[in-house]
């Protein structure tokens, strides 16, 4: 955790330093309450003892109380800015960071958890630093500071606060020994419920179908009693703790005033009157020393919980990045072309091959298509081309130069990239469409229109009731899977591209609008290459050139109709989609 | 048509609507409860006024201490009276011998100290000690008669007294812990099962129209912070606000003035954090807004970071998260700052009360009114009063999203249920029907206003096949709807072996047919489990067999524990595997009437092969509708129905409509076209 403390800037260490200065006035403040409380006393128990001393060691006191509370104040404001700063600078550096680490790390990770990495774990490493930042400052100072003052007073004393220190240490650490695995076991089984909940909604029709109402009902209150039986342990375990600190604070007390009563009947005339305010005081100060014990006792429970955020949140700011920039950003001597040499893929520790010896090559204009079964490779092959990976082996060319040499946002701006899955971003329609950066100039409203017709998207969108300024939800759950894909293809077409990547996209369409809509970017784009992924081989079988991918190895490679000669395997694929007649062999 | 719903309620707090009714309808729903919840009052006004009476004993314990401490003039001059008439020789007093040396060392020292306080009229502090400067200066057998002696015994008595009301406050106090885990693990577990039970009862229409993830937050989050506010702000406010009240009424009994100082003065301090708990509010709420649009934003960047890459969409990315983290930084800083303040404050009004008690009780003692252990009594009072004040205060902010959750809970619990079944009478049993389907001038539609299938008229005849084709969201998934009776036709019928499906109850209809849609829905449990979905006297050579027909016999030879093998453990079951094991769930179930979604996604051509081997098998002999994908199957169909924006536009079979040259012909070609 003291790694990401790296994070602080100098404002923040200055700030540290001045909550500290201030914890440490309050304590002191706080401490010297005890005694004035002691001179009240003494003075109320004394013949004959003015009231106007009384008053003025009361308004001494209520001055301490209320310098005490501006300086806790004051601190606040520093550790609350601490706090926060600290949650701002990781938060953005977790987040530029996952913006640059590659798609395999990414992966890696898990989107999932880098997600919570950023969210979850920065407000858990927050919390124990603004609650830390009290504990840890105060709780010492507090407990330093209040054992010199009482030290030397009664052995008898500081013995009886020493035995209720240590009483409430065993009671905590014995009950979160109990408590603590539980709490895991709990989040557990409530995922489960989670779980249970999940399949019978998302399955409501299948549930529904097989009349397995009660089936359902059944696993759901089994795992809801042991939700139910857990928590009720957990929480009894917890109810011994509030009363057995009352226990201590009040037994302390009590046993100082008794231990008191043997001391001072002790000693001798003149100093009885001391003893006596020192016992008051002491029953005071023991309570300090008490509560920060019970202070520095939580901090050491946050803190496991916080160092395994911490931990997890430095994972990702040391991994390294694989994928780096080059410096090309030129003219380059062709236009629309990619080659492939030779290329070999694996991930950095796998030992087999996503992807062997790879050659091919589309000249601009062309549209060269990729088929094959599930983890063919043909997927990772056209992300290489953006760089989402490196290849292990070979080399990949844009337009005569290697991926590798382009800054990647030079490479970026001659790509248009539509993935399997449609992105979609919370905004509108026309941000969709126009989004990011092409180097050039944003596209216009009329760019926009135009790249939504070709991707069939026009009627759809004009039926909205903005239309082009019509609200997207966040992942566009307010607009069917199909309409999606057809935004994320019209984004690519309003970016104008010398090369588009089509990523598996036509899938999550009908064959009718496949075929309108690769009818009409053929039209509309008639300089651009294309490299397709596809599933279908209607959407493929027009394309100039095909490569048939098996286990990563390109297995035949020619057009459809030279492919159903002489690939078996491409046959079968298509044989499994179309009869012989429709095929024409 | 199914994406439709209010969007998801990220993060965003939702404001309770109607806060004493949300109450009221909590303490209803505790009723299973009241017993133990009023068992746990009792048991904390007890520990409560045990632990009020403590301080009293303590104050007890004080002023004999304090009668320890100061010299009894009255003793003294009686000694000295009793000394002075026999100087000379040895005397004794009280069981103590004091002999002359003594006496005379005793007069000595009292004559020192008359001409020392020579014409002094009061005591000042100072005079008091060179007096008990002299006293320590006097004989031991003196000293043992004229110093104060303390009652130990009484001292003894009222620790161990307070010894047993501590222990038995603090058990009090755990045990109403301890009862109500049960009351609120019972209540949460309740409310659970009551959501569990109501959404086999609600009409589809509600799952359709709302979100998965709602429902599914009700579920946890929101019957988790009813029941922990239930233990915290409930438990809270009973057990705070019994010692509140305990402390009030034993200081007004002990002194009624003291008591209106210490009650003005926390007041003074509850007034503040009242005041902070309302501004700080707003900070927290700001703050869990934000949160969920960074969430969002973070989401939606990650999980689209292909696309934010390869459009180079960084710029446009960190420009929205440094607006939203800029913003969550404010609302950070000020909701700890806010929150961070309430402790002190209280602490403050603490040692206010301090002062202010031992001010005014030292005024009262001087002038006589009462004793100093009332003070040392008053300094707890003040803190048992003080303190709970502002628990209670917190209990109250916590208890206000607490009602907003259990508002959503009882919305959903209180949720129009579908309409109940127990006029219809005669059941239909699936072994004796012969599989006729008769649709009789059907009308449909989702909304009221909005009648999507107009006029639908067929005759199906037992074991023929119906294609449904049309582009995506034609609204096929309608005709599923419909024909498992998941949602009511408006208008028309449709009859099952001449039978109306009105008269008879859904699960009848359910069990008529079997359903494989191309959602492979997998739940947790074994392959056994999920083939033999709900079907408990199913035997393994049963499933087997099935497993054969369908293909899946080898997938679970190889799995490490066969038909016992966990689905949930196992990430090796595929997608195709999945879909032959609904296949074979589906044949289990083995029905007169067949609906069955074509569509293999994600699946490998040699799987693919054998998904659909297995689901002409599963076609075999039923009345099927089929959500076709395959040319095949469309070709040879008895009867197509095309679909388009949720309507049925054209119906017949192959020739037929290709002739017709219409949306069929249309779509059919365009597999074909470049």
Redesign the interface.
Known sequence: MFKLFKNFKKKDWFFILLAILFIAGQVGLELK?PEY?ST??Q???????E?GD??QN?AM??LC??G??LS??IA??F???V???F??IV??KI??K??KLG?NE?KKFS?AS??TR??NDV?QV?MAI?MGA?MLIRAPITAVWAITKIANKSWQWSTATGVAVVIMLITIVTIMTVVIPRFKIIQKL?D??????????????????????K???HK??AA??E???T??FV??V???M???M??VM??I??AI??I??FV??ES???D??IV?SD??VFSNYATHVILSFLFLAMFFMIVPRAQVSAERINEVLDEEITVTDGDFDDETAEVGTVEFRNVSFKYPDAEEYLLKDISFRAEKGQTVAFIG???SGKSTLI?LV?R?YDVTDGAVFVDGVNVKDYK??AL??K?G?V?QKA????GTVASNIG?????KEKPSEKKIQTAAKVAQAKNFVEKLDKQYNSHI???G??????QKQRL?IA?AIA?NPEIY?FDDSF??????????L??AL?EYTKDATSLIVAQRI?TIM?ADQILVLDKGRCVGRGTHKELLKNCEIYK??AL?Q??KE?LNV | MFNGGPGGRRGAPEKVKNFSKAIRRMLAEIKPFYALIALAIVMSILGSILSVIAPDKLAEITDEISAGLVLNREKISSVANELITDPTSSSEIDGITVSPEDKTVFLIKMQEIQSELDGVTEFSREDAKKIYKKVDELPESIRGLIEPKMNFEAIRNAATFMVFLYLSSAILEFLEGFVMARVTAGFARNLRNQISHKINRLPLKYFDRNQIGDTLSRVTNDVDSVSSSLDNSFGAIIGEGSLMLGSLVMMFITNWIMALVAVLTSLFGFIFVALILKHSQKYFTMRQVELGNINAHIEEVYSGIAVVKAYDGKEVSDKKFDKLNKKIRFANQRGQFMSGMMHPIMAFTGNLGYVAVCVTGALLTMNGVISFGIIVAFMTYVRLFSSPLSRIAQAVGGLQPAAAASERVFEFIDEEEMPNEHDITNRVDKESIRGDIVFDHVRFGYDDGKTIIKDFSADVKAGQKIAIVGPTGAGKTTMVNLLMKFYDIKDGDIRIDGISTKNMVRSDVHSLFTMVLQDTWMFSGTVRENIAYNHSNVSDSQIMKICDTVGLSHFIKTLPKGLKTDITDSESVSAGQKQLITIARGMVEDAPFLILDEATSNVDTRTEELVQRAMDKLMEGRTSFIIAHRLSTIKNADLILVMNEGNIIETGNHEQLMKKGGFYADLYNSQFAL
Do not use: C
């Not at chain 1, 759950?477 to 199909?482: A, F, L, P, R």
């Not at chain 1, 899938?507 to 309108?516: Q, W």
């Open positions: 309450m409380m009240i006393t003075l109320v128990q004394t013949e004959g003892s009231m009384i008053l009361g006191m209520l109380a209320f005490s509370l806790t104040i606040g404001w550790v609350s800015n706090g926060a700063d949650t701002y938060r953005k987040f530029d996952v913006e798609i990414i989107t880098l997600i950023t969210t407000t927050r603004t009290n409530t489960k419920l989670n779980g249970v909940t999940r399949e019978n909604l998302t399955g409501i029709r299948v549930v529904r179908a097989f009349n397995a109402e089936y359902q009902e759901f209150d809801n009693t939700v139910a039986d928590t009720r929480d009894r917890l109810s011994v509030s009363p057995m009352y226990l009040n037994g007390t009590l005033y008794f008191g009563a001072i009947s001798i005339m003149s009885k009157l006596f016992m008051v079964s599930t983890g992300n953006p989402f990647q946002k970026h701006q790509l990239y993935p992105v979609i971003f919370s989004y990011g950066d092409n180097g939800a966040q992942s759950t307010n607009i069917s899977g199909g994320a984004r970016r990547i899938s999550a369409l009908d064959y009718k609008t496949d075929a309108a690769r009818k053929k209607g027009h079968e694929i499994s179309l009869t429709e």
